[in-house]
């Protein structure tokens, strides 16, 4: 399944809308500014994700994993690479610079990974006027391989990831990580479709 | 085994959550739509204070109105719209305001990490679990991980600056500055013992008022530290304290201090000392770390005194080699003047003196010759005795106008064949004298100035001849031997006029032809012999070896010998006894 160019416009604004909130409540949370932009959207069959993140991550990835279910239903996951990680606990935190995630900085990490799926997945619900439950985030720091064969391939139906280049901007620092969000393909269907009526709602 | 029935799974989730009430180590705490507390479990309640029957259909935001105050409400509305959250201990610190159960952190509040979660009945939420964890000592421990790596860097920064330095005193100022700030302190003194005096005096200090920098100058608050100055002394609630000798401090306005002794290889090189204005109590934990800092500096400044201390005697020591330097350069120039004014005096003397001796001696001929009918025969025997004291006079200025050219004249060393210098000299000489001259064949060649050995021989030749019994024929046999190249020190020196007490500059030889072998040039006679305690003397200028008048000589051709050779680079000598001949010996490079 290939986006057209006007529907990957529709989901990288519906997108933006759920970063925003993520965006507030993190400055909220920092008292820093904090921006979230995302420079591409892009949608995958799930067989071609594992290359296509090998080729833009490399190394032990710090992983934020939730499920999410309702009406749309799968996996979420914002993938950081570590120098990433442990750059954005300390931009968050003020805390002096450590080598390595220890159990806070993975905390931090969660929580940020928390924000921004509830965020991007609360969009999501909102567009759809329907509930998504999730589950409490866990984080994993492993490489991109056991991360991607970690995630449960669920039934007969086709999955599509959606792939959504996410960056960080604050303090004049850049911090770029990968939001992937796994769907079944009826899922997907139902998105698109809400996102086309709301495209349709908004032009009128 | 049978799949359970409702009833068995019904029992089994009483028993787990019977299990979370009473034994989980964490807070757990279950909310209705309204945010009213619907379950409170014993953690909670032993961490709070607040039992259930406290809390049970209360208001959790109602139960802690700082959730609200620290706008922590939107996940528990979330939590109602199907969202889960984490509440991170980074980000937040706490979500309830729970007793620290350290008290010595200094923390208030329990450090926690919080999940909110929505709870479902069949589809639809009706609930919210919050779970909270306690992670007040896995923070401190990682916050006392996090200083003692602050406090390593700081100590392996200090060390190694204090290790590159040269001048530790001078770069204490900018060390310590950074020092005292990283460790929380606002001032820090170093005094310095005297070397002579051991009295303390402020080195360097920062964070003092400049007016008041005058009341630290000799360590005021010294008595004190009592008997405890070799250690570390923490002196706390200064502004308490009622010890006059703590007037300063005081008056600084600092609050507590902590003073250690700087000591290197046993010797105490003086005082270091930290400083705060905010805090009352200095703990011995700092007191560690300051005492490294204060083992780093003493270990500079001892190796900063040592390194002076060695300087400062190099120099003397080269001061004093360069003023004994100068000064024999000095003497061996007023030497070389006072022997060269003597040689040219010489060299006048007897230049001047030929003519009017000649005169003398002419003069003398005349008389004799064309008066000797008119002079009385006593005038006659006078003027013959004149005539000889000139002829001897001419003898002797002619010998030390010879000596004095072999003195000034430049050398050139080249391989000089003996045997032929040999012959030309007998071939000038009487048939007896000839005849008397033995060569033991081959004669080695030698490195030498052919005129000057020429000269040589013919003076050892003509002593040979002169000094003979009465009425004995001269018999002179000359020989050469290979000598190994020794070491100066090895070689008899009882006769040898050695060259090498001169300055070996004035030969032209190269290093290699010094490591040559010599040949030892033996001219051996049978005459009246010399006795050994003036084989030395013979080589001086007018010096004899006989005292007899039946012998005339000036004394100065073994002098012109022993010269010539030692400006040739050789050395001379002499083997004798009265009565058995002399074998004289002339040692020169082999060529």
């Excluded at chain 1, 994700?49 to 991550?57: D, N, Y």
């Excluded at chain 1, 998504?132 to 139906?157: A, H, M, Y």
């Excluded at chain 2, 896995?138 to 003692?148: I, Y």
């Excluded at chain 2, 001849?465 to 008899?492: D, W, Y």
Aim: hydrophobic share 40%; proline share 4%; charged share 25%.
């Amino acid at each position: 399944m290939e986006l057209t160019g006007s529907q990957k416009d529709a989901l990288t604004e519906l997108i933006n809308i759920g970063y925003a909130r993520a965006a507030a409540a993190l400055s909220d949370l920092t008292g820093h500014r904090i921006s979230l932009q995302v420079p591409e959207v892009a949608v995958h069959q799930i067989g071609e994700i594992k290359q296509k993140l090998q080729s833009v991550i490399v190394g032990e990835v710090a992983s934020v994993n939730q499920i999410f279910s309702g009406p749309i239903s799968g996996n979420a996951i914002l993938l950081l690479d570590r120098e990433a990680a442990i750059l954005l606990n300390r931009l968050l935190t003020d805390r002096p610079d450590m080598p390595e995630l220890d159990g806070a900085a993975r905390e931090v990490i969660t929580e940020v990974g928390n924000i921004l799926l509830n965020a991007c997945l609360g969009a999501f619900g909102n567009l759809l006027k329907v509930q998504v439950t999730f589950t409490v985030p866990q984080l994993q720091i492993e490489t991109v391989q056991r991360v991607l064969s970690s995630i449960k391939v669920g039934g007969s139906e086709l999955e599509y990831a959606l792939i959504i280049h996410t960056r960080f901007q604050m303090r004049s620092s850049n911090v770029s990580g990968y939001l992937v969000i796994i769907l079944g393909v009826t899922s997907l269907e139902t998105l698109m479709r809400e996102l086309k009526k709301w495209e349709e709602r908004e032009l009128r | 085994m049978s799949e359970p029935s409702d009833n068995q799974r019904s029992q089994r989730r009483e028993a787990l959550l019977s299990w979370i009430q009473q034994f989980a180590p964490y807070g757990v705490i279950t909310l209705d739509e309204s945010f009213q507390v619907q379950s409170w479990n014993h953690w909670m309640q032993l961490h709070s204070g607040l039992t259930f029957e406290d809390v049970t259909g209360k208001s959790l935001f109602a139960l802690f109105p700082d959730l609200q105050e620290r706008r922590l409400t939107s996940p528990f509305a979330r939590a109602l719209q199907g969202e889960s959250s984490v509440l991170s201990t980074a980000l937040h610190r706490y979500l309830l305001p729970l007793r620290s159960p350290f008290r010595e952190t200094g923390l208030v509040h329990m450090l926690q990490t919080a999940r909110i979660a929505p709870l479902f009945s069949d589809g639809k939420v009706c609930g919210i679990v919050l779970v909270i964890e306690d992670v007040t000592q896995r923070e401190k421990q990682a916050e006392t991980l996090a200083r003692q790596h602050r406090h390593d860097e700081l100590l392996s920064w200090a060390l190694a600056h204090l290790l590159k330095t040269e001048q530790p005193r001078k770069a204490v100022r900018q060390l310590f500055f950074k020092i005292a700030e990283q460790l929380d302190f606002d001032t820090f003194l170093i005094y310095l013992r005297h070397p002579k005096t051991g009295i303390l005096s402020l080195d360097a200090a920062g964070g003092i008022p400049v007016e008041l920098e005058k009341d630290f100058a000799d360590c005021p608050f010294l008595r004190v530290l009592s008997q405890e100055s070799e250690g570390v002394t923490i002196i706390n609630s200064v502004q308490n304290r009622p010890e006059p000798e703590l007037r300063a401090l005081k008056q600084a306005g600092i609050t507590a201090v902590v003073v250690i002794a700087l000591v290197a290889n046993e010797r105490n090189l003086g005082l270091l000392c930290f400083a705060t204005w905010t805090r009352e109590f200095i703990t011995e934990d700092e007191s560690e770390l300051v005492n490294n800092i204060a083992q780093f500096l003493a270990t500079a400044i001892d190796r900063e005194v040592t390194n002076n201390q060695l300087h400062d005697a190099k120099e003397q020591l080269s001061d004093h080699a360069h003023l004994l330097e100068e000064r024999v350069k000095e003497r061996t120039a007023r030497l070389q003047e006072t022997v060269s004014e003597l040689e040219t005096f010489s060299y006048t003397i007897a230049h001047d003196l030929k003519a009017p001796v000649r005169g003398m001696s002419g003069f003398c001929d005349v008389l004799l010759e064309d008066f000797s009918e008119v002079l009385p025969p006593e005038a006659t025997a006078i003027v013959k005795r004149i005539a000889r004291a000139s002829k001897r006079m001419e003898s002797l200025a002619h010998d030390l106008l010879e000596f004095s050219k072999v003195s000034r004249q430049e050398i050139v060393l080249a391989p000089v064949e003996i045997e032929p210098v040999i012959e030309e000299l007998a071939a000038l000489r009487p048939p007896a004298v000839r005849d008397a001259i033995t060569i033991h064949t081959p004669l080695l060649r030698v490195r030498a100035q052919r005129d000057l050995l020429q000269q040589v021989f013919s003076n050892l030749v003509d002593n040979a001849v002169k000094f003979i019994r009465p009425g004995a024929a001269p018999r002179i046999t000359v020989s050469t031997e290979l000598v190994p190249q020794t070491s100066p020190n090895t070689r008899s020196r009882a006769l040898i006029f050695s060259s090498t007490e001169f300055e070996s500059g004035e030969v032209a030889t190269s290093p290699e032809e010094t490591n040559q072998n010599s040949v030892r040039i033996w001219i051996a006679d049978q005459g009246i012999g010399i006795a050994p305690e003036v084989h030395q003397k013979i080589f001086g200028v007018f010096e004899r070896g006989v005292s007899s008048e039946a012998y005339e000589g000036t004394g100065i051709g073994l002098a012109i010998v022993a010269r010539a050779i030692q400006r040739m680079g050789g050395t001379c000598g002499v083997v004798s006894e009265v009565g058995k001949g002399s074998r004289f010996w002339l040692e020169l490079q082999a060529a």
